[in-house]
């Protein structure tokens, strides 16, 4: 009697914790996604928040998690769309955009100087009698 008691438990405990764990992954942006939206801001783009329906369909028409250009009026503008994970826009001009270009290169530059420098320390260590062989 005791063990069906502790079976449905435990099953029902798992069942919560992948829900959960698959919950939560779904809901978490990509990496580069937040990375680009950190970047925007720090360029001086502004946030617009999808704060009602109405903007909330707006949004979703226009070309997602990409930078492009408009005009209107003669000024030329910059838009950064995302209704899936941020549900908001960045606006900027001229100036945001050729500052945000700059932070992309710095940031990439950065990447790959870390990679660079991880790759260095790699080839550094000395395996010597750790080095594995073909018979493990």
Same mark, same amino acid.
Not at 78 to 99: N, S, V, W
């Given at each position: ?50 704060? !009602?329906?109405? $903007?909330?369909? %707006?949004? @979703?028409? =226009?070309?997602?998690? #990409?930078?492009?250009? &408009? ?43 870390? !990679?660079?420098? $991880?790759?260095? %320390?790699? @080839?550094? =260590?000395?395996?010597? #009698?750790?080095?594995? &062989?073909?018979?493990?």
């Amino acid at each position: 009697m005791r063990v069906r008691k502790i079976l449905p438990s435990a099953a029902a405990f798992t069942a919560a914790i992948c829900i959960l764990v698959f919950s939560g992954c779904a809901s978490t942006p990509p990496k580069k996604l937040v990375t680009n939206e950190k970047l925007l801001a720090a360029a001086g783009f502004r946030r617009y928040p999808a704060d !009602t329906p109405a $903007k909330l369909a %707006r949004l @979703k028409k =226009l070309p997602q998690q #990409k930078l492009f250009a &408009r005009a209107e009026g003669g000024v030329e503008y910059y838009i950064y769309a995302d209704a899936q994970h941020c549900q908001c826009l960045f606006k900027g001009g001229r100036e945001e955009y050729e500052h945000y270009q700059q932070l992309v290169l710095d940031n990439q530059l950065a990447q790959d100087r870390r !990679t660079r420098e $991880k790759r260095e %320390r790699a @080839k550094e =260590l000395d395996w010597g #009698k750790w080095r594995f &062989r073909d018979d493990w």
